[in-house]
C-alpha cells in the first residue's frame, strides 16, 4: 500500500501529539451535534495543523471547524 501510494505521489503524514489534540477536541466539541467520529476528527486535525486543504464530498462533519480550509465537490 505504501509503495502504490507513493507512486501516486501522495504524502502520508504521520500523526503527530499536536493533531491528536485537534481530533480529541472536534470529536469532544462535535460529536453529538454534527456526529464527528474520530476519523473525522484525524483528518481534520491533520489539514488545520498542515494548513491542508480538505477536499471532500461530505461536508457535514467539517462545516463547524475553526479553522479547516475546505474544498467541496460533488460527484
Do not use: W
Not at 3 to 10: F, H, Q, S, T
Not at 38 to 64: M, S
Amino acid at each position: 500500500m505504501k509503495k502504490a501510494l507513493a507512486d501516486m505521489g501522495v504524502e502520508i503524514i504521520p500523526l503527530s501529539e499536536e493533531i491528536s489534540m485537534h481530533a480529541s477536541g472536534y470529536v469532544e466539541a462535535y460529536s453529538l451535534s454534527h456526529s464527528m467520529e474520530l476519523a473525522d476528527a484525524l483528518i481534520a486535525g491533520t489539514c488545520v495543523e498542515n494548513n491542508d486543504t480538505l477536499v471532500t464530498a461530505n461536508d457535514k462533519h467539517y462545516r463547524v471547524v475553526q479553522g479547516l480550509q475546505m474544498t467541496v465537490f460533488r460527484p
